[in-house]
């Protein structure tokens, strides 16, 4: 990799892509929990540094990839803070699955010091960023968008240009939402279908077979409903958190949205019951102690 490289946000998703770049080039790491940092960079024989600032004054690209863009905006200022750090021709990717509106002002805070800037969410899971076949979704300008290609290479096999800053931040929210729906009535489809006494394993099958069929029913349910495994791979809380920016983002386009309305409340609901750690997928398990049925088989 041409580009010394900065990562900020070594969580569920961040650490295995940081984990491709770490293989590709010289990297440096920080984490706010610091021990995670300092395990990410003996195992992956990189440089932890002691704060953002360090990181940023020692990178020609910085990428972030933290719960909010709230979350990336508070790590700009302040001593520490990663703009102290950051020189002029610098390239800063934002990696979380972000809102438009901060980003736009990230991107205006950061052009101010001469720091180039692109919303770059991701999809593939936790599995995805382990194989380094992530999809990204950057918004920004042309020009930016082309220097940053060859460092998101490392983890992904797809790199689309939505458009303009927040675009990124825009297609990934919707998709979530979209994810949200889906979840919460497959969910309830085959707790109905189940307590109607058909076999959970049978429903699922035959509802692949047809035209209600989805990468929920597909891939998520097969591999962790039906068999009871429930991994924890994506957090509930970050998808409400989705859900919540694609109720904004319908919101200003003056789109009614009723759908993503009903299920950013129901995982609202969701996320009180199970608690911050809790599993996208176990809002199926609410739906199912709602309920009272078990999906498996
Ligand atoms: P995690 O909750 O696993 O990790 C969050 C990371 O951000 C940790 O490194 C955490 O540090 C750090 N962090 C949290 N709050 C702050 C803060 N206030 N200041 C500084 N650092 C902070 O999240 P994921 O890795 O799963 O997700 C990261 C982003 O990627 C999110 O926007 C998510 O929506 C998105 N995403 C996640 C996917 C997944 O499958 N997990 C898939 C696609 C997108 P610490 O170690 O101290 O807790």
Redesign the pocket.
């Known amino acids: 990799m041409s580009l010394r490289a900065g990562f900020?946000?070594?969580?569920?998703?961040?650490?295995p892509m940081a984990a491709h770049l770490a293989r590709r080039g010289p990297l440096v790491v920080w984490?706010?929990?610091?021990e995670?940092?300092a395990e990410f960079a003996a195992r992956y024989r990189c440089r932890s540094a002691r704060t953002?600032r360090e990181v940023a004054a020692e990178s020609e690209v910085v990428i972030t990839?933290?719960?909010?863009s709230?979350?990336?905006e508070?790590?700009l200022d302040g001593p520490d803070g990663l703009l102290g750090g950051l020189e002029p021709g610098a390239l800063f990717l934002d990696?979380?699955?972000?809102d438009p509106a901060t980003s736009r002002r990230l991107a205006g805070r950061l052009a101010a010091r001469g720091v180039a800037f692109a919303d770059a969410?991701?999809?593939?899971?936790?599995n995805?960023?382990e194989a380094g076949t992530?999809t990204v979704m950057i918004g920004g300008d042309p020009g930016t968008v082309a220097r940053a290609r060859e460092v998101l290479s490392a983890f992904s096999s797809r790199i689309e240009h939505l458009g303009p800053v927040g675009t990124g931040h825009a297609m990934?929210a919707v998709n979530?939402a979209l994810l949200a729906i889906n979840i919460l009535a497959v969910g309830e489809g085959l707790a109905a279908l189940v307590k109607a006494g058909v076999p959970a394993r049978t429903a699922v099958e035959v509802l692949n077979l047809s035209s209600g069929r989805s990468f929920v029913s597909e891939v998520l349910v097969p591999e962790r409903v039906l068999n009871g495994s429930w991994p924890r791979?994506?957090?509930l809380?970050?998808?409400h958190?989705?859900t919540g920016i694609a109720q904004e983002l319908l919101r200003d386009a003056g789109v009614k949205g009723p759908m993503a309305e009903l299920a950013g409340t129901l995982l609202g609901r969701a996320r009180a019951a199970l608690g911050e750690d809790a599993d996208?997928l176990e809002a199926i398990r609410l739906v199912e102690q709602e309920a009272g049925v078990e999906i498996r088989g």
């Not at 900020?8 to 650490?15: E, K, Q, S, T």
């Not at 990839?65 to 909010?68: A, F, G, H, I």
């Not at 990696?95 to 972000?98: I, W």
């Not at 969410?121 to 936790?126: D, K």
């Open positions: 900020v946000g070594l969580g569920a998703i961040g650490a984490n706010r929990t610091a995670r940092a953002p990839c933290l719960p909010t709230q979350d990336v508070r790590l990696c979380t699955s972000g969410p991701v999809s593939g899971g936790t995805g960023a992530l990934k979530n791979t994506f957090r809380a970050l998808l958190k989705d996208y």
